[in-house]
């Protein structure tokens, strides 16, 4: 098995593929390495290739019409974006741009991936049973949007991304991304007035704070309860 193919298999899309089904989608694939703050695509570009991440992060954003960026999401190891246009022609919904040094990725071509689908069906239905997992991932999000709370959304994606990029240090788990309490706002869909306020409570609890140099940290155990 080669590197790619080892690698390939992490990747939760491709997990339930066969040695020699893996084998079709490496004939397929380039790898890029990128070096930090590069970007892979902008917003509205016709969608021409997805990615999955195998080393670094990828941070994704939306420019507001007065031209300032706000995060949406920042993707780590093992994750792969679009999730959309990869069997239909849409354009980009963010722009991405990579967070470290040396971010190392996979590239497929769409146009490509959809031939080969076409020549191997047994991949196109194991793919499609991986599809419906993040379906009910993403239907949990939702309810979470649905039912919780500014303050209950706040603190759930709080320890997410604490879990994702965080740092241990001294007691407290420092959130490694730049975060603006908009781009917060975004995240969780709601105005950077009501982050504020509940990012005011979390404080005075004592279980957010800001390092020196602006990054945030939580006490991961306390933030949920």
């Known amino acids: 098995m080669s590197k790619i193919t080892a690698d390939l298999q992490k990747f939760q899309w491709f997990k339930s593929l ?15 390495t990128l070096d930090k703050n590069k970007h892979i695509f902008y917003e509205g570009d016709p969608i021409e290739a997805f990615y999955f991440i195998n080393f670094g992060r990828v941070r994704a954003y939306k420019t507001d019409p007065n031209g300032k960026e706000q995060i949406v ?23 991405t ?12 071509n769409v146009q490509v991936f959809r031939d080969m689908l076409l020549r191997y069906p047994t991949i196109s239905l194991k793919l499609i049973g991986t ?9 949990n999000r939702l309810a979470e949007q649905i039912f919780n709370n500014t ?4 603190t ?11 740092v241990e240090l001294d007691g407290w788990t420092i959130i490694d991304i730049p975060l603006t309490n908009t781009d ?26 800001s390092t020196p140099d602006g990054f945030m940290k939580v006490k991961l155990e306390e933030i949920v309860e």
């Open 184 to 209: 917060l706002a975004n995240m969780i869909g709601t105005t950077r007035e009501s982050v504020n306020r509940s990012l005011a409570k979390l404080k005075s609890k004592g279980v957010i704070d």
């Open 18 to 32: 066969t040695d020699e089904e893996l084998s079709h989608i490496e004939e397929i694939t380039n790898q890029v």
């Open 131 to 139: 599809l419906e997992m993040k379906i009910a991932d993403l239907q």
């Open 73 to 95: 999401s920042v993707l780590k190891d093992g994750e792969m974006f679009p999730h959309i246009g990869i069997f239909s022609n849409k354009n980009y919904p963010a722009s």
């Open 97 to 108: 741009q990579t967070v470290d040094e040396n971010v190392v990725l996979y590239k497929i």
């Open 151 to 154: 303050f209950e959304k706040l």
């Open 156 to 166: 759930q994606q709080l320890n997410r991304l604490a879990k994702e990029h965080g």
